[in-house]
């Protein structure tokens, strides 16, 4: 036994968070109350973006985001396979089809490169949109992204479930946050503990078209409205427009929100201090993901390559240091295998899959944990 126990992530609640949960409780609301509304203007606001939809976990935000964008049955879109299964299951929900693209070797993003000969082998109208990853909190570049999807009639969703806090440089020099709408129809973020905000459960969709907004409310409550009605009966009248779901979060954990992502600016410059000391311990001993020029990452996870892959988990678990791998891809799910894949050649994917490990990242590791961390990892590269 060593004398840490350190895990690849973690949540840190502290009593202001608890607080805000208690007073809610005591409050009149305990779902859909004045916390959500207050809840998605704050992260609207913080990513950037005009609108913001609260919903009960990112896996519910990325099922409202296709249907509000109208796939069907038998549609087809492109994700990359280096993601959690969500990122691609939101298209099974609707009925769709997923065809994978490949990673970039070196940032592990659903590269635009590989993306672009998968439409082109294709006929015209052959798919229908595109949902890119910030994978491990780096921004995939959104502007070649649009480019590419507006001279193919596509839609984009951001999967920027790693990403709340991250941004590149856009070719005229501005910021452009992850889920600030600019260049995707929707983002869809994750309040999973082990994300950068932790709600229990929750998530947010991020939009600037008032058009989805609305869509995204209606599906949110099953549909219902009172709002643009074709009839009204009186004051107790609602209709339902579409089949929708009860997608809602609630305000105890829309106070959990507010408070974590009050601290989400100093926790990613946090998750930043903890990558460069990495980086600098690594060198060019240990590869690591490459961060493009003009881009922030967020940093949910840290990513190392590491030849003897298996070696190396089993070894840091020795030592109480609990490396994750992120992640299975996609495409080797036996789910994915079942229903049949064909499409472009995923060499890089599977290779990645072959000597990826996530190391701890999480704003309140100290500076002696992860010296630790480098030392393990460094005595087994080395020996
Ligand atoms: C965590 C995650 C999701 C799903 O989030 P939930 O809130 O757990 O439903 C989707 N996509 C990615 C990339 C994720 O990391």
Same mark, same amino acid.
């Given at each position: 036994m060593s004398k840490f126990k350190i895990p690849y992530g973690r949540q840190s609640i502290e009593q202001e968070d608890i607080d805000a949960v208690i007073k809610t409780l005591q409050s009149d609301f305990l779902t859909q109350g004045p916390k959500v509304l207050e809840f998605e203007q704050k992260f609207a606001d913080y990513v950037e973006a005009k609108y913001a939809v609260a919903v009960n976990n990112a896996t519910s935000g990325l099922h409202l985001s296709v249907l509000a964008l109208g796939l069907k049955k038998g549609e087809r879109v492109i994700t990359t396979p280096i993601t959690f299964a969500a990122s691609a299951n939101c298209v099974r929900f609707a009925g769709g089809e997923v065809w994978f693209a490949d990673i970039d070797p070196e940032t592990y993003l659903l590269d635009l490169n590989s993306v672009r000969e998968l439409i082109?082998?294709? *006929?015209?109208?052959?798919?229908?949109?595109?949902?890119p990853v910030d994978f491990a909190g780096l921004p995939v570049n959104l502007e070649s992204f649009k480019d590419l999807a507006d001279e193919h009639d596509l839609w984009i969703i951001e999967d920027a479930c790693h990403a709340p806090g991250g941004y590149f440089i856009n070719s005229k020099g501005g910021r452009n946050r992850c889920g600030n709408g600019s260049y995707a129809d929707l983002a869809v973020f994750s309040f999973h503990p082990v994300k950068?905000? @932790?709600c229990g459960e929750g998530g947010m969709i991020t939009t600037n078209s008032e058009e989805l907004y609305?869509?995204?409310?209606l599906l949110r409550t099953h549909g219902i409205t009172? $709002? $643009?009605?074709s009839e009204d009966h009186g004051g107790w009248f609602y209709e339902m427009q579409e089949l929708g779901f009860n997608y809602r979060l609630t305000d105890m954990q829309s106070a959990l929100g507010i408070t974590q992502l009050a601290k989400n600016e100093d926790g990613v410059i946090r998750r930043n201090k903890i990558a460069d000391t990495y980086k600098i311990a690594f060198?060019?001993?240990?590869?690591?993901?490459?961060? *493009?020029?003009d881009s922030y990452n967020a940093h949910h996870l840290f990513v190392i390559e590491c030849e003897n892959r298996k070696g190396l988990y089993e070894f840091l678990r020795a030592h109480d240091v609990y490396a994750q791998i992120h992640y299975i891809p996609v495409h080797m799910l036996p789910y994915y295998?079942?229903?049949?894949?064909?499409? @472009?050649?995923? @060499?890089? @994917?599977?290779?990645y899959y072959d000597s990826c490990i996530s190391l701890p990242m999480y704003p309140t590791?100290?500076?002696?944990?992860?010296?630790f961390v480098i030392d393990k990892v460094l005595s087994f590269v080395h020996g």
């Open positions: 082109e082998s294709k *006929p015209k109208g052959f798919f229908k949109g595109l949902i950068h905000i @932790a609305k869509k995204l409310l009172k $709002d $643009d009605m060198g060019n001993k240990v590869k690591f993901q490459f961060l *493009p020029k295998k079942k229903i049949g894949y064909e499409g @472009a050649n995923l @060499a890089h @994917a599977e290779k590791l100290t500076e002696e944990e992860q010296e």
